[in-house]
């Protein structure tokens, strides 16, 4: 399978040294260059139908040709839809997503013309709204004998183009859980990159002739069996998460962790550069960007590059004069190298034995932590009309530092049984969320705050009526 996103060069960086790491992330700008994930993709497929006319399976058209089909793709005659398999990529709460699936599908013309299509290793790019686009390995032909399928006698490619520009869809498209993504009948039309690959070229020596059905490739209102037909992705997620395990303790080594991580996604999106583990004290995140905020780790690691399996293993060892006996500690991860982003943010409480590392003659208790209830509060940053998006300015504060983690929007229309649900995550305790376009009428929007380490969960909830546009 081809690679979701290039892959870039990740300097050495210190992993021991806290102090070294501290100095090198104060120097780099903290830019929000986007939004969390939900979830690293894990499973999942697309399924599409190519269009009408190429799923027609009529005599002398270049019907699917399940027995060309490079598995996981694979087709089905019922349905008349192709599908590709063992989806990777990144969800973020806000809808928008990047993926890829592997496999190949192939259109033949057999007992006519022998032209044949090849569609491979689909690749995603989706906003909030479920636009976008949509590339494809592609390559065409002609089979030396129409009865016999030969894709040996290629014409032009393997190449990746973009293949559909996804226009016209809204969040309404999308259902997101906490372990599912799923966008269904997102529309578009040809790219016309993937037209113009069809095309062939004229200027070649040899010159490339066109695809022998490219006349039936087409963004024709008059022929609309001809335009694309939608794409339905369904992907299964899964968040970052740690687990810590204390494997050594004494006054000389100190404290030894084995941190091990699943469900991070490394370096696959602009701007990444693998994962930092540290040891802090528990609450929340110390502020990476700072040296003082370094300085609360006493310990740390570094975890380079893309982490294809999403898994890792590193190890964490503290010396005794770096941990205060009288705090509790915790494991977090975040994005390297300038936390760029919130989406690989976790906290893991570790229990310390105090007498085995020297610092206590008894058994020292572990503070209780009370968690305070915040207070969420809604506010229209601008205010939805009927069929145009709106943004909610959601602030969530209390009486500790500004509180992190994830909002869930809940939109409910008077006299309707189904909800919209979107999700964001706080930045100094808050964030604006774009909504989808809203039908007329009277909506409540509930936000749902999940809580972290230091408060408990919260929420508040705003009417509201989606006037006519004017």
Partial sequence: MSTLLSRRRVGRASATAVALLGASLALLP????????????????????????????SPGRPNPYPAGYVAPASYDATSKLSTWGNATGTVKPDGSATLAVAGSSINWANASSGHWLRLTDLE??????????????????????????????VQ??????????????????????????TWTGLEGAWDPAFLTFLSGDAT???AVPAWG????VVNDPTKPERAPSPFTFSLSTVAPATTATVTGANPTAGLTLKVDGTGFRGNTLPGDAGVYVGLAPSGG??????????????????IPGAIPT??????????????????????????????????????????IDWVALGLATTPVPTPSVTKSTPTVTLDWAKKPVAGKKGK???????????PTGQVTLTLRREGTAKAKTLQATLVNGSVVVKLPKLKQGKWTVTAAYAGNASYTAASAELKTKVKPKK
Wanted: aromatic residues 6%; negative net charge; hydrophobic residues 40%.
């Fill in 30 to 57: 903290v830019s929000p260059a986007h939004a969390a994930q939900t979830g690293t993709v894990n499973a999942g497929t697309a399924a599409w139908g190519i269009s009408t006319y190429l799923n027609a399976n």
């Fill in 124 to 153: 995603a790019t989706l906003d909030a709204t479920g636009n976008g686009t949509v590339s494809a390995v592609v390559s065409y032909g002609v089979s030396a004998s129409p009865t016999t399928f030969d894709e040996n006698t």
């Fill in 156 to 181: 032009r490619g393997p190449q990746r183009v973009v293949v559909v520009a996804l226009a016209g869809n809204t969040a309404g498209d999308r259902t997101l859980t906490s372990t599912t993504a």
């Fill in 204 to 206: 070649a020596d040899p």
């Fill in 213 to 216: 059905y490219k006349s039936t």
């Fill in 285 to 302: 995140l110390p502020d990476v960007s700072t040296m003082a905020g370094m300085d609360s780790f006493a310990a740390s690691a570094y």
């Fill in 310 to 351: 999403g898994s890792f293993t590193t190890t964490l060892t503290a010396a005794p004069a770096k941990l205060d006996k009288t705090k509790t500690y915790s494991v977090y991860t975040w994005q390297s190298h300038t936390h760029s982003n919130t989406s690989q943010d976790t906290e893991r409480p570790v229990s």
């Fill in 392 to 402: 909610l300015a959601v602030a969530v504060a209390g009486a500790a530092a500004a």
